[in-house]
């Protein structure tokens, strides 16, 4: 069509030439798409275990996915794997780790324990709990 154009330059040849070549590039995008997905699939699954290619998209895979630095909110970069661990540690312990646990939460009343729940054994239950089963009932 390109060439039909250019011999013979009339506006129907030229749009029709467009057309096709936004066709092209659509396409070309979704074949790209396609491949770009191909190779992020799970190569173990697919059988391509040993070979030269699989070992080297797994070192891509691992150089992308690794972490390489950290920027503290001072602004310093910190590249050591030690001081990186530290700081890992100590940034997510902040966040996730409890405050400090005050002795109120370590010893409770009975009656905060009964108030979790509306649930209440009666007298009789009770006793029937700490009784020691007979033999017939074991």
Known sequence: ?????????????????????????????IEESYFRQKSRINWLREGDLNTAYFHRMCQVRASFN????????????????????????????????PAVISPSFVYSAHSWFAELTG????????????????????
């Open 66 to 97: 690794a972490i390489r630095a950290f920027m503290t909110p001072s602004g310093s970069l910190i590249t050591d794997p030690m001081e990186m661990s530290i700081h890992a540690i100590s940034h997510f312990g902040s966040m996730l780790a």
């Open 119 to 138: 649930f209440q054994l009666s007298e009789f239950e009770s006793q029937q709990m700490v009784l020691m089963p007979s033999r017939e009932e074991i």
């Open 1 to 29: 069509m390109q060439v039909q154009a250019l011999q013979s330059p009339t506006q129907e040849n030229f749009e029709a030439e467009r057309e096709l070549h936004f066709r092209w590039s659509f396409l070309r995008t």
